[in-house]
């Protein structure tokens, strides 16, 4: 079962442009979080956003979360090629279980 | 800087065949974590152990053991490995509190002939 969802699943877009991911999640949450899975290789974390805050900021990476819409976004802006990667946000399901949504591929084009 | 390797970055095995995956991390995390990855599917959850010798199911465990006699080393066993256990597994570590970031290792391709 996921706890979250992302749209889009795929993003394609031209390098310098921002990028905007969302992600919707069922029950009620402790924080939420978003992963880069670059292709083959494992998830590395990028940012998490507790269920208080809602809006969080790292570099070019902006996080909000909507916890009456239960709904988070993730934005990057002046997007790079190195950015091309999968975008992955995940939430708890009890205190240990990461669940984690689909994925959002996002193509960054020179 | 944290890490978490895996023993192999490719494997490819026959039907049958009793298949090991390692998986070791340096920051003395308590929680150990493996999940599979499939297209359309994501990753789900097979197993988790929260310390050593403890060990918790999964969403799919089916046909999946693990062992863990050392806190760093976390092993996922296919007993008898079989076509559809084709996947990317991917091991993964936390502290033990509630609700922490989890840190992956490269993953490991497996495919089963």
């Known amino acids: 079962s996921q706890q979250g969802e992302e749209d889009p699943q795929a993003l394609s877009i031209q390098e310098g442009e921002n990028a905007t991911m969302n992600c919707s999640y069922k029950?009620?949450?402790?924080?939420l979080q978003w992963y880069r899975q670059n292709s083959g290789r494992g998830l590395v974390h990028l940012i998490l956003?507790?269920?208080?805050?809602r809006e969080k900021h790292s570099g070019r990476l902006r996080v909000t979360l909507d916890t009456s819409k239960k709904s988070s976004s993730l934005l990057i802006t002046a997007s790079r090629a190195a950015d091309t990667a999968s975008y992955f946000c995940?939430?708890?399901?009890?205190?240990?279980?990461?669940?984690f949504g689909q994925g959002t591929r996002l193509t960054i084009n020179p | 800087d944290v890490k978490v390797t895996q023993s192999s970055r490719y494997l490819v095995k026959r039907t049958g065949e009793k298949v090991f995956l390692e998986c070791v991390q340096d920051m003395d995390h308590e929680n150990m974590f493996w999940y599979r990855q499939d297209p359309g599917l994501g990753l789900r959850l097979i197993y988790f152990s929260y310390d050593v010798k403890m060990k918790e199911k999964g969403d799919i465990p089916e046909g999946y053991s693990v062992s863990r006699e050392k806190k760093e080393r976390f092993s996922l066993i296919l007993e008898s490995a079989s076509t559809n256990q084709t996947s990317m597994y991917l091991c993964?570590?936390?502290?033990?509190?509630?609700?922490?970031?989890?840190?992956f290792g490269p993953g490991t391709r497996l495919t089963v002939l």
């Open positions: 993964a570590s936390s502290l033990l509190a509630a609700y922490n970031e989890q840190f």
């Open positions: 956003i507790r269920s208080n805050e």
């Open positions: 995940a939430a708890y399901q009890g205190a240990q279980k990461l669940v």
């Open positions: 029950t009620s949450i402790n924080n």
